[in-house]
């Protein structure tokens, strides 16, 4: 059975940063496209970044573009995702997700962030 455990949340002063970690189980991680995404009180859940089978390609919203970096590393069957200069609109819990098609895609529970002003 697939499962993405993110870890590396917590309470952070703006400005700071903050990295990140999904380890994924139960799938051949380099045939999955991985993103992050996240999800603030009250909003619905919103694209971060997302990144290629072999790390080459990488795409950001544009909130987060110049700040956040995401990477991965197939030997570990982990994703990353380093948030540098963080706003206390970055705050909100983060997901993982591991994408193949329609009906190979997966879900974390989510880490929280919090970004005090």
Do not use: H
């Given at each position: 059975q697939v499962r993405l455990v993110e870890s590396g949340g917590g309470l952070v002063q703006a400005g700071g940063s903050v990295r990140l970690s999904c380890a994924a189980s139960g799938l051949t991680f380099d045939n999955y496209r991985m993103g992050w995404f996240r999800?603030?009180?009250?909003?619905?859940?919103?694209?971060?970044?997302?990144?290629?089978?072999y790390g080459a390609i990488t795409y950001y919203a544009d909130s987060v573009k110049g700040r956040f970096t995401i990477s991965r590393d197939n030997a570990k069957n982990t994703v990353y995702l380093q948030m540098n200069s963080l706003k206390p609109e970055d705050t909100g819990v983060y997901y993982c997700n591991a994408r193949l098609n329609q009906w190979s895609d997966y879900w974390g529970q989510g880490t929280q962030v919090t970004v005090s002003s």
């Amino acid at each position: 059975q697939v499962r993405l455990v993110e870890s590396g949340g917590g309470l952070v002063q703006a400005g700071g940063s903050v990295r990140l970690s999904c380890a994924a189980s139960g799938l051949t991680f380099d045939n999955y496209r991985m993103g992050w995404f996240r999800q603030a009180p009250g909003n619905e859940r919103e694209f971060v970044a997302v990144i290629g089978r072999y790390g080459a390609i990488t795409y950001y919203a544009d909130s987060v573009k110049g700040r956040f970096t995401i990477s991965r590393d197939n030997a570990k069957n982990t994703v990353y995702l380093q948030m540098n200069s963080l706003k206390p609109e970055d705050t909100g819990v983060y997901y993982c997700n591991a994408r193949l098609n329609q009906w190979s895609d997966y879900w974390g529970q989510g880490t929280q962030v919090t970004v005090s002003s």
